[in-house]
């Protein structure tokens, strides 16, 4: 039907072939990587940075990169682009260098990135530190960019196509110097600049991939529990059905004969990989909507189907317990959601992200340095305190007593040991320094609203006051007008839950954090 329909499209109408068709597509990547280019080049757009990578492997073994920027606008404005995905070999050079090519062909500045947010994996360490080093963010960024030849495709009367994507490769800020020009450089930045000013290139540990060590910990403890015996049970019928097609299609037919109590047609259960804990809750939803099933072909049947065992109801309310269980954390909007807890209202990406854009705006705020100590202190001990919660939510929502729930009433103290180590482990440090000197913070409306999400004010928020106060002995705090600081608004614009998950992956959640 294609081929009928492209012989009778008019004449007017052209079909292009599968080059032609790759040459526009890269002509048109080009245009839109200038536009991202221009864009993030805008005054006051970019001013505060963050880059976040992963690597992956499909099942062809072909490995793959992608690079996402997050930053926040002089308006405090989150923006997230993903820069690229591209093929990339699995060492941290070859991580290092696809990183950097990416960051150069958008002339992203270095001074503007403050960290770097991956997984604890060997190759993404030695990644930060090559580019660190290759970022000297004490400098000018100065590099050679490789000459690109564009595509043009046949049939194209348009050559502002061509235009646009030569102008985009002409208008790389990286352009060649001699080592002693740019030691001239260096040495002017350094002494101009105080190394205050600039920040570091810091790597922060995924917040998601900390999230999967507990709920493996809690999940998959090394010593043989029943949480671990009973997974390992769903896991061997969930496999065996999986890869045999020919036990698959007896269990089908047999659950065909049982139409009244099983569906005539089940859903195929997912191949479980162990070091997932979101496919281990795929496997036990896909084994527990099937029980029934099942159950009826071991019974019926036992000598076909002597690769299966059947459940018995108490182990379908322990699957039940731990699908539950693991829902909580497959599910950010449930973790972060304040129907569950008073306090996690204030757990957002846009309060957690803006860890680092805020401690520029501050330190650049004409507030005095004492001033300026205070009101990061007291910053990094609320969100310290908040970004806590989430762990204490999880220990309540394993609490048998308020889950009402029977399998980890009977295993509940190997559970939250598990959970208390694991917690202990990944303490949040408050890095509140006793040593700071005490002030006190007298902040304008204005002042006030730069710590907001965005500068306009939302209906039914409280204005605060500007009334003096004295500070405590022997303390650092912040004076009596931004006691409702905890209430002022840090909503985010993210709204859909991929996004949601997407930023909290990529995005350094705080300094304090950095060392779990």
């Given at each position: 039907h294609l081929l009928q329909a492209v012989h009778q499209a008019p004449p007017t109408v052209k079909v292009l072939s599968y080059r032609q068709y790759q040459k526009q597509a890269n002509i048109e990547a080009l245009r839109l990587r200038k536009k991202m280019a221009d864009e993030l080049n805008a005054p006051g757009e970019l001013i505060a940075a963050c880059i976040t990578t992963d690597g992956w492997t499909s099942k062809s073994m072909v490995h793959y990169q992608s690079l996402t920027l997050h930053y926040v606008t002089a308006?405090?404005?989150?923006?997230?682009?993903?820069?690229?995905?591209?093929?990339c070999g699995l060492s941290g050079s070859d991580f290092a260098q696809g990183a950097l090519e990416q960051l150069r062909s958008f002339r992203i500045s270095p001074k503007a990135l403050y960290g770097l947010t991956t997984d604890g994996a060997s190759n993404m360490m030695k990644m930060t530190r090559e580019i660190?080093?290759?970022?000297?963010?004490?400098?000018?960024?100065?590099?050679?960019?490789?000459?690109?030849?564009?595509?043009?495709?046949?049939?194209?009367?348009?050559?502002?196509?061509?235009?646009?994507?030569?102008?985009?490769?002409?208008?790389?800020?990286?352009?060649?110097?001699?080592?002693?020009?740019?030691?001239?450089?260096?040495?002017?930045?350094?002494?101009?600049?105080?190394?205050?000013?600039?920040?570091?290139?810091?790597?922060?540990?995924?917040?998601?991939?900390?999230?999967?060590?507990?709920?493996?910990?809690?999940?998959?403890?090394?010593?043989?529990?029943a949480t671990s015996r009973l997974i390992e049970r769903v896991r061997h019928v969930a496999t065996k059905l999986r890869r045999s097609n020919s036990l698959w299609a007896a269990y089908v037919e047999a659950c065909s004969r049982r139409v009244a109590s099983a569906d005539s047609n089940p859903v195929r259960p997912k191949l479980d990989m162990?070091?997932?804990?979101?496919?281990?809750?795929?496997?036990?939803?896909?084994?527990?909507?099937?029980?029934?099933?099942?159950?009826?072909?071991?019974?019926?049947?036992?000598?076909?189907?002597?690769?299966?065992?059947?459940?018995?109801?108490?182990?379908?309310?322990?699957?039940?317990?731990?699908?539950?269980?693991?829902?909580?954390?497959?599910?950010?909007?449930?973790?972060?959601?304040?129907?569950?807890?008073?306090?996690?209202?204030?757990?957002?990406?846009?309060?957690?992200?803006?860890?680092?854009?805020?401690?520029?705006?501050?330190?650049?705020?004409?507030?005095?340095?004492q001033a300026q100590q205070a009101l990061m202190a007291e910053f990094e001990r609320r969100l310290t305190s908040v970004v806590d919660d989430p762990l204490l939510l999880v220990a309540q929502y394993l609490d048998p007593k308020q889950r009402g729930t029977t399998f980890f009433s009977h295993h509940w103290k190997e559970v939250q040991h598990s959970l208390q180590r694991m917690v202990v482990s990944h303490k949040l440090v408050n890095l509140e320094d006793e040593s700071k000197p005490n002030a006190t913070i007298t902040l304008s409306e204005q002042q006030l609203r730069m710590l907001r999400w965005g500068?306009?004010?939302?209906?039914?928020?409280?204005?605060?006051?500007?009334?003096?106060?004295?500070?405590?002995?022997?303390?650092?705090?912040?004076?009596?007008?931004?006691?409702?600081?905890?209430?002022?608004?840090?909503?985010?614009?993210i709204s859909t839950p991929l996004e949601f998950w997407s930023s909290a992956h990529c995005f350094p959640i705080l300094r304090s954090c950095a060392r779990i």
């Open positions: 308006a405090f404005a989150y923006r997230s682009v993903v820069l690229g995905a591209f093929q660190a080093s290759e970022l000297d963010l004490n400098s000018t960024l100065v590099e050679e960019q490789d000459e690109q030849v564009l595509p043009e495709y046949e049939g194209s009367d348009d050559e502002s196509d061509a235009d646009v994507a030569s102008d985009f490769e002409d208008s790389s800020d990286f352009t060649d110097s001699s080592a002693e020009e740019s030691q001239a450089e260096d040495s002017v930045v350094e002494e101009a600049v105080e190394p205050t000013e600039i920040p570091q290139l810091e790597h922060v540990w995924c917040f998601c991939h900390r999230l999967h060590l507990i709920v493996t910990s809690v999940v998959y403890p090394k010593a043989s529990t162990r070091v997932r804990w979101s496919s281990t809750l795929d496997m036990l939803q896909s084994i527990h909507s099937q029980l029934a099933g099942i159950n009826f072909v071991v019974e019926t049947d036992a000598s076909k189907f002597t690769q299966l065992r059947s459940f018995s109801w108490r182990e379908s309310d322990e699957i039940l317990d731990l699908i539950t269980l693991l829902r909580a954390f497959a599910t950010p909007t449930t973790l972060f959601s304040a129907e569950h807890h008073p306090t996690l209202h204030l757990v957002r990406p846009a309060l957690i992200d803006l860890h680092y854009v805020l401690e520029t705006q501050i330190l650049t705020t004409d507030l005095g340095k500068s306009k004010s939302h209906p039914g928020e409280p204005t605060p006051t500007l009334s003096p106060a004295k500070p405590s002995k022997g303390e650092t705090r912040l004076s009596e007008e931004i006691k409702g600081y905890g209430q002022l608004n840090f909503d985010s614009p």
